[in-house]
């Protein structure tokens, strides 16, 4: 997304979209969010869209496990509605430091899947990370948070899955190589050939 006065593009996620349009959901950290907050309805926005790849909903169990940290929650609202839509029965566990930073747990829920909230300081649902929720039985995860948090995920889970990594980008469409990461396949550029990468591919 550009932004009058910012010469970077900021990289943000899709929660959801439809026909009509699409909704995505930001924290504001620094200048160019404060700028997005400020905006007003109507205002036109220069966005790239679809850059990069997303979670496969084909590659996905029938018990599909989708897991938000943070900032990373959004993403998994857009996907449990996919995994529902190819007839799967997904659960989702969505992460937050403190009561105070809960958001999107009664969308999640109106969904009428099983919806597990936990804080890191136990300020509500129940207390500890992700990884202290996971479900018992699954087939498959889906995660998106900050990168302690996927790497936490990667080594509790018993199963494959997809993982989507928070980078710092330059150019969106991977001319600058500034946000690659090398893979078990080689260099990879989160902001093209990513940022969604296969469990089994992940070096860290």
Partial sequence: ???????????????????????????VVGKGTAAMRA??????????????????????????????????????????????????????????NTESEIFYEDQFRKLGIETVVTTVDGSYGQKGFVTDALPETYDYFCACGPLPMLKAVYNASSTSGLLSFEERMGCGFGACMGCSCKTKYGSKRICKDGPVLEKGEIIW
């Fill in 1 to 27: 997304m550009y932004l009058d006065g910012f010469f970077l593009r900021r990289p943000i996620s899709v929660c959801d979209w439809d026909s009509r349009g699409l909704t995505i959901i930001y924290k």
């Fill in 39 to 96: 905006m007003q309805p109507g205002q036109e926005l220069d966005v790239l869209s679809g850059l990069g790849n997303g979670f496969d909903v084909t590659k996905c169990g029938q018990r599909t496990v989708v897991i938000g940290g943070g900032a990373g929650v959004p993403p998994m609202y857009g996907l449990a509605k996919r995994l529902l839509a190819a007839g799967k029965a997904p659960s989702a566990v969505l992460g937050f």
